[in-house]
């Protein structure tokens, strides 16, 4: 069809070639033609492959941490001179913390211990005179342990390290869920599921039908404390709750027909 009117086009302007205007103007007549059948077809193939639709799923479990964190901090400051007594009562102290989580019911293959180290404190002189320089040794114990109510039991009940006379820091218990992973599976297909009913919605409204899924995109997995809305462009790891829900979204795109 397109050669024929570009032919047809051409035969009406045989006699007047002489004139170059005519000439132009037919010329310009055939690269019209030439561009809207182009265009036309250009934008069948763009509405074909635009025949689909798009939507997020999204799908939520709640879950109960299956393990337990915690950490005890502990610390001397000693003058240069007090060193060795420095590393001293380190050790001692570090005896003591063990003596604590043993009439605690934590085992020794429930916790390690990091390596000692030590900084210097850097003061400003006050009245001119400075004094001797001083060191802060540093050490931690971590507990890790399935039994999470016997954490949150030691966690509570530290009162005997501070009565001790150890400068002892203990932080909260942080609580974590092992099968994340393989829960997380679960949930990739529970989202897409949920994508299907919101398009499936969507499309009814057009009396369209719902084809196959053509592709499909998974979002950051946000481990949440119970009810919060604290969710991340880049995943959420709540640690602070023993109860938790974790959420997962899915970007599905549909065919329609």
Do not use: H
């Not at 954490?151 to 501070?162: C, G, H």
């Not at 400068?167 to 994508?195: C, F, M, Q, W």
């Amino acid at each position: 069809m397109m050669m024929a009117n570009v032919k047809k086009i051409i035969d009406e302007n045989k006699g007047i070639r002489e004139n170059p205007y005519a000439a132009a103007a037919g010329a310009l007549g055939v690269f019209i033609v030439i561009a809207f059948t182009i265009v036309s077809v250009t934008a069948y193939k763009i509405k074909a492959l635009d025949n689909t639709l798009t939507t997020t799923g999204s799908a939520k479990v709640e879950v109960k941490s299956d393990l337990a964190k915690w950490r005890i901090n502990f610390s001397r400051t000693v003058t240069e001179d007090d060193m060795k007594s420095g590393v001293r009562e380190m050790e001692s102290d570090l005896n003591t913390i063990k003596d604590f989580l043993k009439d605690n019911g934590i085992s020794e293959s429930e916790y390690s211990v990091s390596t000692m180290n030590s900084g210097k404190i850097y003061e400003y002189e006050k009245s001119g005179s400075k004094g001797p320089d001083r060191y802060t040794f540093n050490q931690s114990v971590e507990v890790k342990s399935n039994d999470i109510a016997k954490i949150k039991a030691v966690a509570n009940n530290t009162k005997p390290l501070f009565e001790s006379g150890i400068l002892v820091n203990p932080g909260s218990p942080e609580y974590y869920y092992t099968p994340l992973s393989e829960k997380r599976i679960e949930l990739i297909g529970e989202a897409v599921k949920d994508a299907r009913k919101r398009a499936e919605m969507i499309a009814g409204s057009d009396n369209s039908k719902v084809g196959s899924l053509r592709s499909s995109s998974i979002g950051v997995t946000q481990v949440l404390a119970p009810n919060s809305v604290d969710i991340s462009d880049y995943g959420t790891y709540d640690t602070s709750t023993e109860d938790k829900e974790i959420m997962l979204t899915v970007r599905a795109v549909f065919s329609i027909k």
